[in-house]
């Protein structure tokens, strides 16, 4: 992150370094090569490149031109305000809402006419040329699923060109062309980011060269108002991908966002009952059969609802072993895709012609087994009990597929490989079917969606991870539902749900947005007790072994992600000591030379600058030649202002006439202009500005005896993105502020390589 | 709260006061009339009686005994704090599920068997008179729904005598004989109230006297964890009450939490899975006709999930205005409830007699009309094209009750006014009966619920505020569905669900733990596109009326909850102004003698106060005399170092040896000590005291310049107790530290009364 400093009198610790165990729980290895100081890691992998990353600035920045200008909204500009909020709100849903419409409509209409080898392959290795080149070419921050960045971005870390109309579009047409394709991979990942990336269109007024530049967006136009939209849109892509309102809402909070309040809880459901109501309509549209093989399954994807759950406490022996079983496969799962995902980057690393031979293999060797494997497999006849259902199924979607049996025979395997994957979950849920599937097949079926779902997901195609490991669990559920048919009664159904369920767990640990996803994916409202311990049990498990496969993705894409727990060995430590590892703080002061600006921001890559005066009129009662800390002033505004020349040609300050005659905050609001940009003339390098009137003269302090593990936890809670430290000694000569952190000097990875000596005693308590 | 401090300077300005509308939206009046400086008010009614509350320390008290206490911990006692933690929320969860199934067997038993007026009556008084009896006499704060006294805890205030033993058996009790008794108020805020008291006894082991005096207990005698615990609690509370684990989790935490995080959604999940398993459990027990009228319902408690949903987009205006009628009809409810509970607080503070004539008078006025209102209904003839149904019914929880009607022919309002309140609101959702309530029945039906829920709420019996809410909503909405009926084809039954639910959302403004609980209590998931929009309406138009029933009742109270949002104004007042407001703060010096310390705790009411060290050892490269400020100690370290007598003969620091061997922070654990009872000699006085072991030395510091808007919002989210106040000027004299804020000077109320030019802006805004 730009704004960290130095740390310095670092003791190297590479050979410490080497011998850590790359696998060991609690530090994963991220993929790019960190020095052993702070500043030189505002590195990150966006898409496949490394990229220079930003914190964000959540904090409200109380300068006097806000205060000003806050002072004069008018009512009706307030209600302005929140009627914008709760239209963009709206238009997130609506939009989330249309577009997921669109991909399952053409998703649908594509991959169902394909048939024959040669022309299943052919049109599957052209349907994921598409998706990449699109990745490759145009947006190489569409490929994966987005949700570790999204969820980088609400904890305070921009990441470049994440958010924007090229990715969004990629988004769309990759995603409709990579699950065309059938290769492993689901739309629900792409959704939320597509959602995602609406939010941050929305609130900032279009794409970045073709702004709207109203009046009332620059209410918008700060990060605060951003993220609280992003979190809205990512809950509106979770909400449209499984059709599930209140499974969106709890996704958004439990696994996404870092803040949360009340408001916000209410403003995302609102997001997400307007996708629902868009995806109701549209589907109800389409049960007319106007929108070709779109909308037969109605709202709720795979429904259970019809089958009678009866269970007994003795049941609860083979819930507790999917659980754990489940638990275990999630976290061995992550493992084994960390190894693959540090392989793919060496391979995507080479150049844009590897990227896409990677992609074509994977997709190659994808319609290869699909088409080829069910040959394996040997035909079953019609189970004639079975009222109400085609045997052998005569559509693209039914559950009993002939392909190269008898007439009077399906072939089982065909019927889950032969066909979208939306659909085969739905036939591997299927209930009150006990001799339908094979142990065999289904056997065949999970070892191959391990192993697709291990080297699918790293290439650069837009990918989601909860259908392949949906996938992956309906089947080890359903398996572990036949051996366990002797001495239980549950249904074989409901054990595919529940492996399912406990797949998720293990490798995404998540709980009670899992739960309520689930209960609207199925609409069995009986299995919720025992789908609840499944969970419980499954993460449980999955903790002990790694952590989730956000935070591993988070971890190897260096994202510098601020947890929720400071580390034990952090109250050890007082931000003091921190600070004094670090190169002084560069202060600036209130009436400033402009040279001394110009120079700061041209030889430092700080972010913020404490502002002090010197030999102020002292308080009541004490000697002159005080110091006063004024506050923080942003290298944005610092950059704007010269930009504005906002100059005094003698050392004084401004009066607050005419701050409010020259100043507006709208001038503030620009972005991205560098200090490079901006021209100062010799002569008006000997001029000074006055920067009281924009510096935020409420920043967050803390006291230097303060230990590290407090302060983050305010840091974190609050939502900053500097922190001032200021000395506990009271006395003249002491400077008023002594330091200054940021995110990254309070990660702790970083700490540990500028005071190892805390490691040793953490590993000591291990 | 007893650690504020007087505002001085404060102008009177009653004058305004009294011309304020006491039913203005934003100030609610409360029931204790304040005096117009901050110190005088740490008073609010707990139970019926006015009583002292105290602010809780969710804070870490980072001091040396403390960390050496904690750096000691090894291993082996971090897993057994782990498992202590989860073995609690085992047990709330487990305790509440019992609790539970106890409560709701006896309701159903005792309630089950009455008939004829006199014994209905006659049996009805009696159980009123118990429930009040109890109240009364045991446990006054047992009486009401607990709820928001619940609220207040998670937000830090702590109400004596509220989470004790005697509430909890009161409660208990109380509310079997309540809701038995056929009064208008339902077991589900009891449950939430039971919910929270058993967390707070397992997590300081035991009733206050006979506490567990174990060593492993003392991790848990801190406010954080049994915070955490009670959140635990109150979900299994609603989950029990319920049976929706996952709308109890929601509820917590859209509802009752102030703090919350992502592990915590994980335990309180966990606590209600465990509800859920007990509830199962004793129903499949109880199937089998062990447990008399109970476990027919099964798990879900209002079922109708048996009718198909279809509703078109026109069936939006129907629901459009159920939503807008609700919330103005929740709205006005909460209105009128907050006049009556102001006249029934002038009548119970008369005494215990007039309590519990209240009560009675109540109770015989519910009987009566119960009784006698159906004679008013006309008989209808029994429907033969219902299938399944026995009309008239034989048992006493059936649809159609005969009463005082031939043969084949039922009382519809006898239906729904001679049951137990459950199975009222199970009568009114039945689903495809379109014809089996008269309008004029309703209509009876709803006008007698709204008389008397209005007017039961308040009486001296435990009570919630769920059911009476359900009951006046499902007849609203049913009332609506019968006019509505031309026009649409949506069933009746859902009318009176969607008018429940927009009730609750008109009254009590939550939304998405709402839409859960009403998926978990109907099991429909169709239901839930349209349940969202209702609930979204209702709140919105509530909303622009005044603050949700809690709020209200919060502020009826005079707890002083801390909201999430600061007004407006607050960003234009400094901590400096309101700390130079107040009278100077009290600070100790880092060695103390025992006579100042005696004599400040005996003189002052404050909770903590700042250490301050003079003439230190300056920093290098200043000039000697510094000043340090060392940290924040608490009255309670104060009392308990004297009662132990850690006094030193001369004025010097203790080594860290000495702290070691002397101190332990187990003695430090002991609570509830007043200074009045230590005892300290002529000759004690003149030694010393080293505070500096004692001493948190990580308080949450702000700068004086700092808005009060930010100093709320990060008051709010750390959960504090005390903020520091240091200054901005750096000189020799400034005093390092220079005020002290405490959760009444951030109050809204409090801060107008001292500045009342604010509140002139305010209002000109408006």
Not at 303 to 315: E, T, W
Not at 572 to 588: F, H, I, Q, R, Y
Not at 698 to 703: E, F, H, K, L, N
């Amino acid at each position: 992150m730009a704004e960290t400093q130095n740390m310095e009198g670092t003791a190297p610790v590479a050979a410490e370094e080497e011998e850590r165990d790359p696998e060991s729980n609690s530090l994963l290895q991220p993929l790019i090569k960190r020095s052993r100081t702070l500043s030189s890691s505002p590195l990150a992998i966006v898409g496949t490149k490394v990229s220079h990353i930003e914190s964000l600035d959540y904090e409200i920045n109380e300068n006097d031109l806000f205060k000003h200008d806050w002072r004069r909204r008018s009512r009706i500009e307030v209600l302005q305000y929140i009627l914008m909020k709760w239209t963009l709100a709206f238009l997130v849903g609506f939009l989330t809402g249309v577009i997921a419409t669109l991909i399952n409509l053409s998703i649908e209409n594509i991959a169902g006419y394909m048939t024959g080898f040669i022309y299943f392959t052919g049109a599957n290795l052209a349907l994921t040329l598409f998706a990449t080149f699109l990745c490759v070419m145009f947006a190489p921050t569409a490929a994966g699923p987005g949700i570790p960045e999204i969820k980088a971005y609400l904890n305070g870390v921009d990441t470049p060109n994440m958010f924007g109309a090229a990715p969004l579009i990629v988004k769309i047409f990759g995603s409709i062309g990579a699950v065309s394709a059938g290769l492993d991979l689901g739309k629900e990942g792409p959704l939320v980011h597509i959602g995602a990336c609406i939010s941050s269109l929305l609130a900032q007024g279009g794409p970045d060269n073709h702004r709207v530049k109203w009046k009332w967006m620059r209410y918008f136009n700060n990060d605060r108002d951003r993220r609280d939209l992003i979190t809205c849109g990512s809950a509106a892509g979770v909400c449209a991908a499984f059709r599930a309102p209140v499974g969106g809402v709890l996704f958004a909070l439990e696994e996404v966002a870092t803040w949360w309040r009340s408001a916000l809880l209410w403003r995302t459901f609102f997001s997400t009952a307007i996708v629902v109501v868009v995806l109701r309509a549209s589907i109800e549209y389409c049960n007319s059969g106007k929108c070709g093989l779109f909308g037969k399954g109605g709202l709720i994807m795979f429904d259970v609802s019809d089958v009678s759950v009866y269970y007994h406490l003795l049941d609860v022996v083979p819930v507790v072993v999917i659980g754990v079983i489940g638990g275990l496969l999630g976290s061995l799962y992550n493992h084994l895709l960390h190894k693959v995902l540090i392989l793919y980057n060496l391979i995507n690393q080479k150049g844009r012609i590897c990227k896409m031979l990677l992609s074509l293999s994977v997709a190659l060797f994808t319609s290869v087994c699909l088409y080829f494997l069910p040959f394996l497999a040997k035909c079953s006849p019609c189970d004639s009990d079975l009222l109400g259902t085609i045997c052998p199924s005569t559509g693209g979607t039914g559950n009993f597929k002939q392909f190269n049996c008898p007439p009077g025979y399906y072939n089982d395997l065909a019927s889950i490989l032969h066909t979208s994957n939306d659909d085969a979950v739905r036939n591997i849920f299927s209930t009150s079917t006990p001799n339908e599937y094979h142990p065999t097949s289904l056997l065949i079926h999970f070892g191959l969606y391990c192993i697709l779902s291990l080297f699918t997901f790293g290439i650069a195609v837009p990918s989601g991870l909860f259908l392949p490991i949906i996938l992956m669990g309906s089947s080890y559920g359903r398996l572990l539902g036949i051996c366990a048919a002797p001495y239980t009664k549950i249904d074989q159904g409901l054990y595919a749900v529940l492996g399912a369920a406990a797949l998720m767990a293990g490798s995404m640990r998540m709980t009670v947005s899992l739960c309520v996803i689930f209960l609207e994916l199925t609409n069995n409202l009986l299995l919720l007790p025992i789908t609840m311990i499944v969970l419980l049990i499954a993460k449980t498990v999955g903790d002990c072994f790694n952590p989730s496969i956000y935070e591993i993705i988070l971890e190897l894409k260096g994202l510098p992600f601020l947890e929720a727990h400071p580390e034990p060995w952090m109250r050890n430590l007082t931000v003091g000591e921190l600070a004094d590892a670090k190169s002084p703080v560069v202060v600036l002061c209130g009436v400033e030379k402009v040279a001394r600006i110009v120079e700061v921001l041209r030889n430092t890559t700080h972010n913020g600058f404490p502002v002090v005066d010197q030999g102020v009129t002292p308080p009541v009662g004490c000697p002159s030649g005080a110091t006063e800390l004024h506050g923080l002033i942003l290298r944005a505004h610092l950059v704007a202002a010269l930009k504005k020349k906002w100059f005094l040609s003698e050392k004084r300050r401004t009066e607050e006439w005419e701050v409010r005659e020259k100043f507006t905050s709208v001038d503030l609001a620009e972005r991205g202009i560098t200090i490079e940009e901006v021209i100062v003339t010799k002569d008006e390098m000997e001029l000074y500005m006055d920067l009281h009137p924009l510096t935020n003269t409420t920043p967050y302090t803390v006291v230097e005896s303060m230990s590290v593990a407090k302060a983050m936890v305010l840091f974190r809670q609050v939502g900053l993105r500097h922190m001032l430290i200021v000395p506990k000694y009271q006395a003249a000569g002491v400077p008023p502020v002594v330091g200054i952190l940021t995110r990254q000097d309070l990660r702790a990875s970083n700490i540990l390589t500028a005071f190892p000596h805390l490691e040793e005693t953490e590993r000591k308590n291990k």
